[in-house]
């Protein structure tokens, strides 16, 4: 079965700074990757995945994610954060031959003026 | 247009209490998606409907745990005996395709439940 190992539980940024969210994979078929976002009191809501093709993908919000197949990683970037990304962060793996979507433990990002 | 709904939003049950919790899927949605977060962790899987089919309960943690979906619109997830581990929170999704993770699932507010 595949899993998830989000490497920082918390990231405390300056507004406008560039940040980085690490997330980790093992799998041994074919996965789809997702990152999602929950705001406090919120339900979880998409920021972007990877399914095929490009391993560069665009998200909401100015995110954007890297799959990196050698490495097993899936990163979140964005190159400046606004108090308004203050929220938890959360990677999902799901392989592509059965139906069981794994989240990671979530990286609760804090933006500070 | 309307999301996935949960009610309701905070639940507060004594030991040994039966709770059900609702979650309205977004009209049309064909697959619905039970989920377990605990505090401090990521979401858990715990059953999926394809319509009123329930085709994977692999991840409910005992029986006392038990999920429906009788029209394939409206979901029930029902807790008997509740105990101080299933204290968590409880979300729901839907998906407007087949069950499959390649589209995107709409998560609702979720339901805190708290077990005393």
């Known amino acids: 079965a595949q899993s998830v190992t989000q490497l920082d539980s918390q990231v405390p940024v300056f507004e406008e700074a560039p940040v980085e969210l690490r997330c980790n994979y093992s799998?041994?078929?074919?996965?789809?990757l997702f990152w999602y976002v929950q705001y406090p009191n919120q339900g979880l809501q998409l920021l972007l995945k990877y399914l095929s093709g490009s391993t560069l993908v665009k998200g909401i919000n100015g995110f954007e994610a890297e799959f990196n197949k050698s490495q097993t990683s899936f990163h979140l970037r964005k190159p400046s954060v606004h108090i308004s990304d203050t929220a938890e962060y959360f990677c999902?793996?799901?392989?592509?031959?059965?139906?069981?979507?794994?989240f990671g433990a979530g990286t609760r990002l804090t933006v500070k003026p | 247009g309307a999301g996935v709904s949960q009610s309701p939003r905070y639940k507060v049950a004594k030991r040994g209490q039966d709770v059900a919790l609702r979650c309205d899927p977004i009209s049309g949605h064909v697959s619905l998606f039970w989920y377990q977060q605990a505090l401090g962790q990521g979401p858990e899987f715990l059953t999926y409907f394809q319509n009123e089919a329930q085709l994977d309960k692999s991840g409910l943690p005992s029986d006392r745990f038990f999920a429906e979906r009788p029209e394939g619109s409206v979901s029930t997830l029902k807790i008997q005996r509740t105990q101080q581990e299933d204290s968590a929170v409880y979300l729901c999704?839907?998906?407007?395709?087949?069950?499959?993770?390649?589209?995107?699932?709409?998560f609702g507010p979720g339901t805190r439940l708290t077990v005393t």
């Open positions: 999902a793996v799901s392989d592509t031959d059965n139906n069981d979507m794994r």
């Open positions: 799998s041994s078929v074919s996965v789809y």
């Open positions: 999704a839907s998906s407007p395709n087949r069950v499959s993770f390649s589209y995107e699932q709409y």
